[in-house]
């Protein structure tokens, strides 16, 4: 079975951010099941790492522009996968210790300066601790840290392959 090619591997990427982006969309809407600040802010990663993929899918870069996006890819699924592990800790702390609950995305951007209400946002708080779906074991964040660490692992593919010979 043949590698695939660098547009392949972007296009697979834009598949799997916009898979994920599918299953929140039917979590939120069909299973009811409300983001949270930090499940918000990882569903943006997620869908930046799907633009940069796409952008290389569409621009076929070679050499140095195929890291460029790569590298892209790389940058947002790390964050992404940072927030995903604040959310996890925050989910594995005991009842006493969880940050109390803030308001909603909605009311923090109206009433807040712009600074503090993404500071409130990328922190997190007691919304962001509740446990409300599993499967296997892990939580809706410890999945979407297995899906950017997988968003990583190709990120480094394409940024470390060596160009095709033509």
Known sequence: MPIPSSRQTFALITLGCVGLMLVGLYMQYVMKM???????????????VGVSALLGFLHNPTGYGQKIYAGLCIIFAVIGGSFSSRQIYLQSLPADQVPACG?????????????????LLL?????CAEVSWMFLGLTIPGWT??????????????????????
């Open 34 to 48: 409300i983001p949270c600040a930090l499940c918000i802010t990882q569903r943006i990663f997620i869908i930046s």
């Open 103 to 119: 308001p909603d995305i909605a009311y923090m951007f109206d009433n807040f300066p712009l600074a503090d209400a993404f500071s």
């Open 145 to 166: 840290l297995v899906a950017f660490v997988g968003l990583t692992g190709f990120g480094l593919w394409q940024f470390f392959r060596l160009p095709r010979a033509i």
């Open 123 to 127: 922190r997190g708080d007691g919304n």
